[in-house]
């Protein structure tokens, strides 16, 4: 039987630093998103905009199987850090299910240093169990 | 002729070295990354203090007026000798320019500077109280800082009628308590252990309520110790304009060149960002141990005190509902908090010298030099890299930490004794 091989998917979330801003570094956070090893599509939307560091916040994390429809108890877990620096996030985070079908709520996030993060979520449902990286600039 | 040449030599390559240690002129331009992360460092992206759900008089007018009393009260210690003002003092942006700090005896910590702080979630060096009143309980009872207790507090509050008038109007009726006992704290030494167990269920909950109240009246004070606008914030605020390093006179050239290392090569930026030059997180980087001391376990110990500590955002004493204490709930516990220290902001810390949780270092050329060598840490690893700065760089990177120093944002009558108290001593 063939197996799928694990792919991984790294999103490049793109970066606007506003040139004419008296505000911080105002990131357009746009959503990332990642398919998993069996077609299925998860989307991370942070809910602080514009995304800037030092700050504790929340996103929503979306879980669809591949034809579109939301999927509901799947365990995701979510961890990052910065490569360069070799070292996590400076928080514990947490997924847990929302009342709303397929989205799930990614509590105690923050973002402690400029720079290139990256961001790792492990779906597991029924069996089947993926992880997927994004690629983040802060 | 011939014996010239090892001459010429010899000074082409002198002149080569002295220009490659001593000629470092500033970039000509920021890039707009630059320029934003430059921006995002001012004052002016200071967002509004976080409100402290834990403490529903932190922003009460009156809550800082008994804040500011007890602060500068030396009756709040054994010796009638030591108030918090003993250790952290005005004049020096609330430092205190030893290296440990002096309250009845030497303590194993350099005294933080209070500056700013109530922007920070976490407090003490490790990071071992989640909200500034339960820090501002603390060192009321350590031994060596005021070594009072819960129980003499609770009595001298109920016995000044000045204190009692002021904390009645913020907090409500004070509750009866035994007074003149003698000295009663769960955490002190064995005779004071003693006398808090003689004590019954409803007096010490009573002696704790104004212990916890006090606490929160001291933050409510340290609430208003904010920093002043320095030259490095208007330089900052005019990149609005331009991404010209020139755009305008606040900074010299030096200093210029000074923050392109800060932001860059030197990379200061990524633990020291944001408007208060602090990420609020904690670092091991590869800070000698205190002589004397074994190499401390840092935030790895103080999240665990944290979480235990029966004045945290869950206990009792808290105004906050337990889904309001996101910090303690999303506290990170792993090893990579083992000998991890709180970066302290850089906010007029040309004027707060020595440095370190220790005051290990005297100097900021010092601490410059430390971080371009990057030791191996004595516990765990040293996050910083060495940073091979060259000479010229690191009197830059120096000269631009005195751009960073202002009078503070906070009325002058905030930074001395209250002036009632003293009034009142006038007429005794």
Known sequence: MKKPSPRRFAVVLNLLFLLLSSTPPAVAAEPLQAELANGWTIELRSQLQPLVINRLHSWQLILRDSNGQPLNGASIEVTGGMPDHDHGLPTAPLVSATAEDGIYLLQGMRFHMPGYWQLRAVVEKDGFSDEVVFDLQL | MKTLIPLILLLAAGLGYATYQFWAPPPGSWTAAEAALIRSMSLSALPPLPADPSNRVADDPLAAELGHQLFFDERLSSTGTVSCATCHQPEHYFTDQLPLAVGKSLGPRHTPGLVGLSHSPWFYWDGRKDSQWAQALAPLEAAHEHDFSRSELASLISSDA???????????????????????????????????????????????????????????????????????????????????????????????AGLALFIGKADCVSCHNGPLLSNHEFHNTGVLAVDGQLPPMGRYEGVRMARQDSFNCLGPYSDAKPEQCLELRFALDSNELVGAHKTPTLRNVSETAPYMHGGQIATMAEVIQHYNEAPVSMLSHNEAKPLGLRAAELRQLEAFMHSLTAPLATAPRWLQAPASAQGEQALE
């Open chain 2, 162 to 256: 000045g204190l009692t008038a002021l904390y009645e109007k913020v907090f409500g009726a004070l509750p009866e308590v035994p007074m003149n006992t003698a000295p009663a704290t769960p955490d002190g030494d064995a005779d004071k252990i003693a006398a808090w167990q003689a004590l019954d269920a409803e007096q010490q909950q009573a002696i704790n309520q104004i212990y916890a109240n006090a606490g929160k009246a001291l933050a409510a004070y340290q609430r208003k110790l904010q920093p002043g606008r320095s030259r490095f914030d208007d330089y900052a605020d005019a990149l609005d304009d331009s991404v010209d390093t020139r755009t305008n006179d606040s900074l010299t050239d030096t200093e210029i």
